[in-house]
């Protein structure tokens, strides 16, 4: 169960309790404690393209005992694989040195997905486990879509009924904003009241779809009248709001995949919308940061949420190696040597250390942080004051092993 770091403390002071684990920090009892008390917790999801909210929830108490935002890195997969794509390319075309083109013959198994949208799934499925075992999770919670696609495509027929409701409105006017960042589309201007806007008007034959939708304040909204978009001046609004909102479509495409993964672990599940996360953070009036999403995702949300003491913690998902045999320019040669064999020493790249450094060599004192390892045994670690390099490996010891993710404290 997550307790305060008071009491953490006073367990390893008085011999109770040892280091399990450096981040996130965990610790484990040396005996079992039959007075202990463990409720069971409420871990929430709020998927992102780019980053992503956790949160575990005490449901009785509506305590938030811990929360992370995860960085993904699947936009730097994606342009690493262009990049190779580009090079291959190259050698093809020059008949250098290649490899035959293999993309006729693959075959992609069942529920294949991009690896940029592989990556962003696995983060969240790996915290997932990893909570699971550090916690007393008894439930899942997660945002499924990032708006309900039933009621943006057909608000005005079938989904009549579906809309009514506290919930009106809202995933219309959320995708909204998020597609014309917050802003008039006509006069560009930011904080102040939106109002949704028909590009071609209702009188002039518009429909209440989304693509024929856009937002605008309210002195451009009467101005604009009866008139389309072109005719007042903005044509390429037609095109604009045709396409699609890129994060959004990221979301929805692993869905289904995500949603796979967490079954897997035979917890209970609860999914819900985008929609519903905004409703909940208004009604408790509670700022808009992507744990505190998390926090509010699913409608067994308590009516009070207790998160002003937590600290979140900030990880970024980076890769564990790097597979290239050397470094190439832009023409796709060579211009490093290969890679060495591997040194003698065990410390890898992304390793937590603490090195303690004699005041007769340089850049003395303590250092903690993550390891940048090379293989002549002068590493370079950065600290929260900044990057000390030149530390030898004999003065460092291993605090934290690297699992492909670096951590920090908001």
Not at 80 to 88: N, S
Not at 324 to 335: D, H, M, T
Not at 346 to 367: E, K, M, Q, S, W
Not at 381 to 388: C, E
Request: glycine fraction near 8%.
């Amino acid at each position: 169960m997550p307790c305060t770091p008071a009491r953490a403390r006073l367990l390893l002071t008085q011999k109770k309790a040892a280091v399990l684990r450096r981040c996130p920090f965990t610790l484990i009892l040396y005996e079992d404690r039959p007075d202990a008390v463990v409720q069971p917790l409420r871990l929430k999801i709020d998927p992102g393209s780019r980053v992503s909210g956790l949160a575990l929830v005490n449901d009785t108490s509506g305590e938030v005992v811990w929360a992370a935002e995860v960085t993904h890195r699947g936009e730097q997969i994606r342009k690493d694989l262009q990049k190779r794509a580009a090079v291959r390319r190259g050698r093809r075309q020059r008949h250098t040195w290649y490899r035959p083109a293999r993309h006729l013959n693959r075959r992609r198994p069942t529920g294949w997905i991009p690896p940029s949208l592989e990556s962003r799934v696995r983060n969240i499925e790996t915290w997932t486990q990893r909570l699971i075992l550090r916690a007393p999770v008894g439930a899942l919670s997660y945002e499924a879509v990032r708006f309900d696609t039933q009621a943006l495509q057909n608000p005005e027929i079938e989904g009549t009924q579906y809309q009514h409701g506290t919930l009106a409105g809202l995933e219309v006017k959320e995708y909204l904003l998020l597609k014309w960042g917050h802003r008039c589309a006509y006069c560009g201007q930011t904080g102040l009241p939106l109002q949704v806007e028909h590009i071609l008007p209702k009188i002039r034959g518009g429909s209440n779809r989304v693509t024929n939708l856009t937002l605008a304040c309210e002195r451009c909204n009467e101005k604009k009248g009866s008139r389309t978009a072109a005719e007042f001046g903005f044509p390429h609004l037609h095109a604009q709001a045709r396409a699609p909102l890129k994060d959004a479509a990221v979301v929805n495409s692993t869905r289904r995949v995500l949603h796979q993964r967490l079954m897997r672990t035979g917890l209970p599940i609860e999914a819900s919308s985008g929609g519903r996360t905004k409703w909940n953070r208004r009604e408790r009036a509670i700022a808009k940061t992507h744990w505190l999403d998390a926090a509010n995702v699913g409608p067994s949300t308590p009516a009070r949420l207790l998160f002003q003491n937590v600290r979140p913690w900030l990880i970024s998902a980076n890769r564990r190696q790097d597979r290239q045999l050397c470094l190439i320019n832009a023409l796709g040669f060579p211009r490093s040597k290969p890679k060495k064999k591997s040194p003698k020493h065990d410390f890898r790249t992304g390793d937590i250390v603490r090195a303690l450094v004699p005041a007769y060599l340089g850049n003395p004192g303590l250092h903690v942080g993550r390891l940048a390892a090379k293989a002549n045994g002068a590493f370079t670690i950065t600290t929260k004051q900044g990057k000390v390099t030149d530390i030898g490996y004999h003065y460092c010891t291993r605090l934290h092993h690297a699992d492909g993710y670096s951590y920090l404290i908001k």
